[in-house]
């Protein structure tokens, strides 16, 4: 881009010195273009250098006066070497068609003022690119520095669902092992599984929704083995949206959140209902368990484990409020928004 630019510049320079050679001033063709070529590509290669001093010369406080002595003497003395030598080169050229020609004699002055005030514009210019291009790459570090925290924030919280679980697994364990030795054993093969196939998709980020089902399933399976026929669960998923993109593990809090203040402390049955929609550009999961009417625990409905999510979606999606909870008479609901096309 920066070699197109030039050669337009080179270009667009030769035309308009003809032309105004030739037409404003009523010099001769050969004079006009001769003139117009060796002052353009005289001023190009000398000028190139200013692109250097801005990337070495920086305005820096205090140093303001220094700053602009430094770049209005290099404008002058590449001013006074491009009129000498283009002058030289000119007159020996035009000195073949036309003897007496003085049009460079008396117009030395002006040249001299018109390119050193171009060579001020074009050491401006390189400044402001310089100063531009490097605002653009801080922005661009900027980026990816907060890209890299928030990666690492995501994992750090998606990391922490993994002990969260597997400690109410061993805890459920350890409280058959005595009464029910048999489930106890049937529980830990399950566990097992659970956990071969979470830790062969843990580096993922996103997993599709028919996988995070599976893998509630497996849980859920687990936890059936404790409670028995106390909890049934129902997933009303459409097929086309088995296929989207949702973040690995988000779901999985909810669920033991359901287990722990839905099944543990209902006397009766549990009912857990996943419902999903797609409606405002979003995937939109609902996730509600019965709840005694009276529970014996208060529940809060924003421990860690709804925290973490909250969390999650707004480091992902960088939207905030895209997990509402709902609490009823004898109904816990959580309503989680995924946006599409992330």
Known sequence: MKLLNRFLFVVSSVVVLFFLYFFIYDLSTIYSLVDALISTLLFFALSAGFEYTARHIKLSVGELLKFITVNVAAAL???????????????????????????????????????????????????????????????????????LVAEAEIKTLKFQINPHFIFNSLNSIAALTSLDPEKAHEMVI???????YTLSTNNRQMNKLRDEISNIEKYLSIEKVRFGDKFIYEFQVPSELLDL????????????????????????????????????????????????????????????????????????YNQPNLIRIEKESNLFRVVIKIPFGN
């Open 77 to 147: 003395v590449i001013s006074f070497i491009w009129l000498q030598t283009s002058s030289f080169l000119i007159e020996r050229v035009v000195e073949k068609f036309d003897p007496g020609f003085s049009f460079l004699d008396s117009s030395y002055a002006e040249r001299f003022f018109i390119v050193s005030l171009l060579n001020l514009l074009v050491i401006s210019y390189n400044y402001l690119l310089t100063y531009y291009e490097s605002y653009k790459q801080k922005l661009n570090e900027e980026t990816q520095l907060k890209n």
């Open 190 to 196: 399950k566990l097992a599984d659970f956990l071969r």
């Open 245 to 316: 993109m949702v973040p690995n593990m988000l779901l999985q809090p909810v669920f033991e959140n359901a287990i722990k203040y839905g099944v543990y402390e209902n006397l009766g049955q549990t009912i857990i209902k996943t419902l999903a929609i797609a409606e405002d550009s979003a995937l939109n999961l609902t996730i509600e368990n019965t709840l005694e009417e009276e529970p014996k625990m208060k529940i809060r409905g924003e421990g860690v484990g709804l925290q973490n999510i909250s969390e999650r979606l707004r480091l992902i």
